[in-house]
């Protein structure tokens, strides 16, 4: 392909490795075969990696990686990169002072909210949710933050009950 050309012509270019990986992701999406999209996945991943071992402020790689490892089964093994790059692109987006990375930030939230959950980790999630509550209140984005509020606070009720009707040894 012509990014495979260009990452082959200007290898210290962490542009051409990002939209290598774009191009590689959005490969996957049309694939019907499970075996090759997971195979050009984890080219993409490469490619975002080597983007981001060449720049660690390269947001754009870090942003699709971030979406695609947060997005992916938990068994593919990306899902804690996944929820590192979003944690570093909120904590700058936090400390920005643009008015229109507001929406990149809910972005991020979400991104960051859905990995927490399916890394079991309910506090975390549920405060990313509250963020975005605190953030943008009167949305679809928030509403979609309090139904998810809704579904964790139902699985921990449920848990704990199950919790209190296990049999102690």
Known sequence: ??????????????????????????????????????????????????????????????FH???????????????????NDFEIIAQALEHTPDPSSKERLVEAYQYLAGGYQKNAEYGKARQMYEKILTLVPETEYAAQARQSIDKIDKFEKWQAERAKNLPVD
């Open 1 to 62: 392909s012509t990014m495979e050309q260009a990452v082959k012509e200007y290898p210290e270019h962490t542009d051409a490795y990002t939209q290598l990986g774009i191009m590689l992701s959005e490969k996957a999406q049309r694939t019907q075969d499970y075996t090759e999209m997971f195979e050009i996945v984890h080219r993409a991943f490469m490619a975002w990696d080597k983007a981001l071992l060449l720049d660690p402020k390269n947001f754009t790689a870090r």
């Open 65 to 83: 990686r971030g979406a695609w490892a947060v997005n992916m089964p938990k068994s593919v093994g990306q899902l804690n990169k996944g929820i």
